[in-house]
């Protein structure tokens, strides 16, 4: 089944304690991104990558990082998380480097609450 | 700066009571603009994709129409499991997605 999966779904944490989410997609898509989602903000870009080793800023990157070591990875990366980086975060893929171009495959969402 | 409003922000229809969720945009160079629905707890579901005015799409009871400013999401006799929140995005010359605070919709039996 093509999908992208996102671990873990839930995560509550404390503040400055390191934290990884994990990203995978079994389609072969070129492009992945980050947003993340928050109550009368809607969904913004975080980090996005067009392809392997290639990746740039989305509109609120500040306390996030990403890698893109392999085309089907994309781990999102918070090393000193805060409390307001409580949010759902969603991974999407899109089948190539062309970006907003094309639709995204969403991930199922990852629930992070910093305390 | 590419910026998408989507109104109204909540519509209680009755079943069988057909309606349109609007989206109005500004965009340097429009590549697309697609439609989403989501569930709640869930990712975002691809609906649509619209890339020139006057286009328009069509699936089950839905349809998505596009002006040059505006994009129109009309739901025809919903049933109780079209309620959902419908995103509306937008993206530009630089191919970056701008998403809209979605519109939830509640479809009463």
């Known amino acids: 089944e093509a999908q992208v999966t996102q671990n873990p779904r839930y995560l509550i944490t404390v503040t400055g304690k390191k934290l990884t989410v994990t990203c995978s997609q079994n389609m072969n898509h070129e492009y992945m991104s980050w947003y993340r989602q928050d109550p009368g903000l809607g969904l913004r870009q975080i980090y996005y990558s067009m392809n392997v080793e290639v990746t740039d800023k989305g509109d609120v990157p500040e306390g996030y990082k990403v890698s893109r070591k392999e085309k089907r990875n994309f781990p999102l990366i918070l090393e000193s998380p805060s409390p307001n980086q409580t949010s759902l975060y969603f991974c999407?893929?899109?089948?190539?480097?062309?970006?907003?171009?094309?639709?995204?495959?969403f991930g199922p969402g990852t629930r992070l609450t910093v305390l | 700066e590419d910026q998408v409003t989507q109104s109204p922000e909540a519509l209680r229809l009755q079943e069988g009571e057909s309606s349109s969720l609007n989206c109005s945009y500004t965009v340097s160079g429009l590549r697309g603009l697609f439609w989403y629905r989501q569930d709640p707890g869930k990712g975002p579901e691809f609906l649509f994709t619209?890339?020139?005015a006057g286009e328009e799409k069509e699936k089950e009871r839905l349809k998505a129409t596009l002006t040059k400013k505006e994009s129109f999401l009309h739901i025809t006799a919903p049933k109780p499991e079209d309620s959902a929140t419908y995103l509306c995005a937008v993206c530009g010359a630089n191919s970056k997605l701008t998403f809209g605070k979605g519109i939830t919709l509640s479809v009463r039996p």
């Open positions: 619209l890339y020139s």
């Open positions: 999407a893929s899109s089948r190539n480097g062309a970006g907003g171009r094309e639709e995204q495959f």
